[in-house]
């Protein structure tokens, strides 16, 4: 049988009914450009020991598995595992992909890398590939997530990028989204518009899978190294979807092993409380792409809440849509507070301090954890929790009323 990987999505951009290029006619011939050179480049043997070393010798990789011993103890049932895509370099996996996409910008001559950023993540992992490859940098972001978001500013700003404040409507996220598109238009000749996750118009979902599969890659082999089998259930949470499926899609083919997305269910079940895309969403159209969505009784894409920002998106990459519908991965969620327990737990038990994105996946097998006696559960630690810890203390202290 093919492999899930070689076949899907198809040559438009499909993965099932999901996903495309739904694109304003000027972008059309750039889209098809950037397929074409990725379809070309990604299979030539420069690019591939290229990324490899960078890989390596830049990023830190690979970066270990490690076993939650005490964490396991403490919940009692099943073993809990971590992927470290917190010890990646910038303490994320955004690197994966950032790196990759500066490394084709590259090969296709491009001489700068642009995107959007919300909380400034991606922004800081994109001006880090865009110093490395001695490129331009033009960040897109919105006024209010500026002033946020202080320390990835002064980040970007130190690693040589412009970052351009967006003052119109809401000021955020989709508005930095359609700034950087116009200006993408301008000079889309010698820039690369680097998408942040498995999202976006074909082929950025396929194309930064790819780019994050290694983390499943990597994770397989360590695992079975470690232990002499497969994991029996493997956990990420789900912003975009691209820690996700860099995980899932090392253990796609791998039929015993169960995949779970976590989205983030906030503060309610009411909308606007939370971002749980899967859990109430429908069927809709987004920046360009079909997949599921939360909408306002508008239509509009909704407004959202979670704690982690870096989960705070009104849909979800197409393929992520396409697994729910065929049912090879399950999509669960964790709450707020859920989150921040397992913030508290992983940090005090094994001295990891997570990512408020990546706590709602420890959340979930710590849930899960007691009803699977003898199961091993592999979570995809996406970050490190840093940037998070004035935030959660300045709001919940050391987490007194937790316990
Ligand atoms: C951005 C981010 C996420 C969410 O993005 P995905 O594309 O869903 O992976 C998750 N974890 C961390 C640490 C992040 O920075």
Redesign the pocket.
């Known amino acids: 049988m093919a492999s899930y990987l070689k076949t899907t999505p198809d040559a438009q951009g499909y993965f099932g009914t999901y996903g495309g290029a739904m694109l304003p006619p000027p972008l059309v011939p750039h889209f098809k450009d950037i397929t074409d050179a990725y379809l070309r480049i990604s299979k030539s043997a420069d690019y591939i020991n290229e990324l490899r070393l960078i890989r390596k010798h830049f990023q830190g990789r690979p970066t270990p598995v490690s076993y939650l011993k005490n964490l396991s103890d403490a919940c009692g049932g099943a073993r809990l595992y971590a992927k470290r895509?917190?010890l990646n370099h910038t303490?994320?996996?955004?690197l994966n992909h950032c790196m990759a996409e500066g490394l084709l910008a590259r090969h296709m001559g491009k001489t700068k890398l642009m995107a959007e950023t919300g909380?400034g993540?991606?922004g800081v992992a994109l001006a880090t590939a865009a110093a490395y490859f001695g490129m331009e940098c033009e960040i897109h972001m919105g006024e209010d997530d500026i002033a946020k978001e202080a320390p990835n500013v002064t980040r970007m700003k130190l690693l040589g990028a412009e970052v351009v404040p967006v003052s119109f409507g809401g000021r955020s996220l989709k508005e930095a989204v359609d700034s950087c598109f116009e200006s993408y238009l301008k000079q889309a000749d010698t820039a690369l518009f680097a998408i942040?996750?498995?999202?976006g118009p074909h082929p950025f979902p396929m194309m930064?899978r790819d780019f994050?599969h290694v983390v499943g890659v990597e994770a397989r082999e360590q695992f079975l190294e470690m232990t002499g089998e497969l994991p029996d259930m493997v956990a990420?949470?789900?912003?975009?979807?691209?820690?996700?499926?860099?995980i899932f899609s090392g253990f796609i083919d791998d039929e015993g092993v169960a995949l779970f997305g976590v989205e983030p269910l906030g503060s309610s079940s009411n909308l606007g409380d939370h971002a749980a895309t899967m859990t109430y969403g429908e069927d809709g159209e987004l920046h360009g792409f079909r997949s599921i969505l939360l909408k306002d009784p508008q239509g509009a894409p909704a407004e959202v809440h979670t704690i982690?920002s870096?989960?705070h998106?009104p849909g979800v990459?197409p393929e992520h849509a396409h697994l729910h519908r065929t049912g090879r991965a399950t999509y669960v969620g964790a709450t707020d507070t859920e989150c921040l327990r397992a913030f508290y737990d992983l940090s005090r038990r094994e001295g990891i301090i997570p990512?408020l994105?990546?706590a709602h996946a420890v959340a979930f097998a710590m849930r899960e954890a007691p009803a699977n006696p003898g199961k091993s559960i592999l979570i995809n630690l996406?970050?490190?929790g840093d940037k998070d810890i004035d935030y959660v203390t300045q709001n919940h202290g050391f987490g007194e009323n937790l316990r």
């Open positions: 895509e917190d303490g994320a996996h955004k909380a993540q991606h942040g996750s498995v999202v930064v994050q990420a949470c789900v912003g975009g979807g691209s820690n996700a499926m860099g982690a870096g989960l998106y990459g990512a994105e990546s996406s970050g490190r």
